[in-house]
């Protein structure tokens, strides 16, 4: 099992920057794939960017491609989530979420989900 908290969000205008963090604690971290989702207020929870443990592949939601970057640093058992040019549309309750790797597959269903963080952005 593993433990999630998040850290890193704020207010900031349109174009700015923010990075979250997500420290995982309770379980060998490298053991899990990682994913960063968001809710905005009225709409359902998407995914946002997504990295497996290892070889540290990578997936972008169209709406944040070469704008965020998803990383990690094993040794912190830290998720990161670097976002640039943010827009008013990326507002929203971010979430580092978990799930264990399954015979060398990341399952599509996260588990594990920290308090969430929130962003906002102003124009």
């Known amino acids: 099992q593993v433990q999630l908290v998040e850290s890193g969000g704020g207010s900031v205008q349109a174009g700015g920057s923010l990075r979250l963090s997500c420290a995982a604690s309770g379980d060998t971290y490298s053991n899990y794939c990682m994913g960063w989702f968001r809710q905005a207020p009225g709409k359902e929870r998407e995914g946002v960017a997504t990295i497996s443990p290892g070889a540290g592949d990578t997936f972008y939601s169209d709406s944040v491609k070469g704008r965020f970057t998803i990383s990690q640093d094993n040794a912190k058992n830290t998720l990161y989530l670097q976002m640039n040019n943010l827009k008013p549309e990326d507002t929203a309750m971010f979430y580092c979420?978990?799930?264990?790797?399954?015979?060398?597959?990341?399952?599509?269903?996260?588990?594990?989900w920290g308090q969430g963080t929130q962003v906002t952005v102003s124009s």
């Open positions: 979420a978990a799930v264990r790797l399954r015979y060398g597959v990341c399952p599509r269903s996260f588990n594990y």
